[in-house]
């Protein structure tokens, strides 16, 4: 089995590193890592379309981009590897990725290039930032891929999995739970500060907090010291309300037809 490693954290995070290093043990595996040479969180699914892109292979062998996740993901498959892996891992991140974070989450967006490409992926992140335990994630993750494999899932059959692990020792975490994604609270004012030159600089402000935790969501489950894992589809399509805006489009477009000509 060929696995392709990428992450949002960039090449020498530890949590790359960590996870390269529990995934090349497992029995008939090749992995291999594409991933950006410098932190770029928060970059979802962004490609670089208007200016090109470099590759560079570090001491270790890993090779970094000068791009986003899913640039590292996408040229990878496109012709960097040459071949076409079974499995797209991306991790482990530095901090939870649950509930709205997933759109927003590169760590997530380089797993899901994969799946776009038709191939089964998961994302794996640390609840806390600090890579605390990072070693019994790594451990953890390997497990799951392990499992994955003895369970016959990793196919042509594309699948995306978002996991979440809490930062204890392997021996102190609980068993993997399936869970929906939780919902946060809107998040904290846009940070305002002045530049040497007198001009105003926004930051980011902080992600709020969690808004729905209830049991069954990824929130809930972590805290309770389970690894969460989501399963993640990409189709944006509201089909709950999809009669509604059938009726609306048919008001909107008959009203069209009858609007006077100007």
Request: net charge negative; aromatic share 6%.
């Amino acid at each position: 089995m060929k696995i392709l490693i990428s992450n949002d954290d960039g090449y020498q995070a530890p949590g790359i590193v960590a996870l390269h290093d529990a995934l090349k043990t497992l029995d008939g595996v090749e992995v291999e890592v594409v991933a950006p040479e410098h932190n770029n969180s928060a970059k979802s699914n962004a490609l670089t379309l208007h200016s090109p892109l470099y590759v560079h292979k570090a001491h270790n062998g890993f090779r970094y981009v000068n791009g986003t996740p899913a640039d590292c993901v996408h040229i990878a498959l496109t012709g960097l590897l040459g071949y076409r892996p079974d499995l797209v891992v991306s991790g482990i991140n530095n901090g939870a990725n649950m509930g709205d974070d997933t759109i927003y989450s590169g760590t997530v967006g380089a797993a899901m290039e994969g799946y776009l490409f038709g191939i089964p992926a998961i994302a794996f992140s640390q609840v806390d930032k600090g890579w605390g335990e990072i070693e019994a994630a790594a451990a953890k993750a390997r497990e799951i891929v392990e499992q994955m494999r003895a369970q016959n899932l990793v196919t042509d059959t594309p699948w995306l999995l978002n996991v979440n692990i809490p930062n204890m020792p392997l021996a102190a975490l609980q068993p993997i739970k399936l869970c929906r994604l939780g919902r946060r609270h809107a998040a904290e004012r846009v940070i305002v500060q002045e530049s040497p030159r007198g001009e105003a600089m926004y930051w980011i402000g902080g992600a709020g907090a969690a808004k729905d935790d209830a049991e069954g969501t990824d929130f809930h489950a972590t805290a309770q010291g389970h690894v969460s894992i989501t399963p993640l589809k990409v189709d944006l399509t509201d089909h709950d309300n999809l009669g509604y805006w059938a009726q609306t489009a048919s008001r909107l477009a008959a009203g069209a037809a009858g609007a006077p000509e100007l």
